[in-house]
Each structure stands twice: as C-alpha cells, then as structure tokens.
Nanobody
Framework: QVQLVESGGGLVQPGGSLRLSCAASGFTFSNYAMRWYRQAPGKERELVAH????????NYADSVKGRFTISRDNAKNTVYLQMNSLKPEDTAVYYCNFISRYSYWGQGTQVTVSS
C-alpha cells in the first residue's frame, strides 16, 4: 500500500526556516520523481518543487527560487523541502506527491508564517 507521510510543519516567524520531510513506503521510491505542492486557503494547489528520481535534477516555482531546496535520500525513502527566508505568503498546507499509474498524495503538513 502506497503511503506518503509529511511532517515538519509548524508556526514560524517571517524570515525563519523549516524543513519538511515526506516518508514514502509501498513503492520503489528510487524509481520516481517526487514533488512538493502547497495549497493556501482559497487558492488552487500549486507546484512548489520537483526532484528527479536520482536527485540530480531539481526545479522550483519562481516564488520560492533561492529560498527553498528540495532533496531526497533514496536509502531512507524520504524527500525533503528545506524552506528558508519564509514569508507570510508561504503559509499553506504542503503536500508531497508522485505519479505512477495514479497520482499519490500525502495528508499534508501545515506551515504558518506569522509574527
């Protein structure tokens, strides 16, 4: 059974940092590219970052370039999102995702950036 479990969210002040983790199980993690998405209240879910299966290629939304870093540890079946210089507009529920025959999602982790 495929499972994606996000963790690491919380409340942080503007300018602060958080590291999100997504623990994967039930599939061959190292075969698949992984993505982080986010959804803010009243907005559509948006792609934040993407990493290739081996980790050699990454892509970011313009809104997070230079502040967020996606990485993965295929030995631990985990993908990470390091978020620095956080802004109030980064407030959202963050989800990890991969696509095989279906599109799989975790339950999400809330990130709130507020003073």
């Amino acid at each position: 059974q495929v499972q994606l479990v996000e963790s690491g969210g919380g409340l942080v002040q503007p300018g602060g940092s958080l590291r999100l983790s997504c623990a994967a199980s039930g599939f061959t993690f190292s075969n698949y590219a992984m993505r982080w998405y986010r959804q803010a209240p009243g907005k559509e879910r948006e792609l934040v970052a993407h990493i290739s299966s081996a980790g050699g290629s990454t892509n970011y939304a313009d809104s997070v370039k230079g502040r967020f870093t996606i990485s993965r540890d295929n030995a631990k079946n985990t993908v990470y999102l390091q978020m620095n210089s956080l802004k109030p507009e980064d407030t959202a529920v963050y989800y990890c995702n991969f696509i095989s025959r279906y599109s799989y999602w975790g339950q999400g982790t809330q990130v709130t950036v507020s003073s």
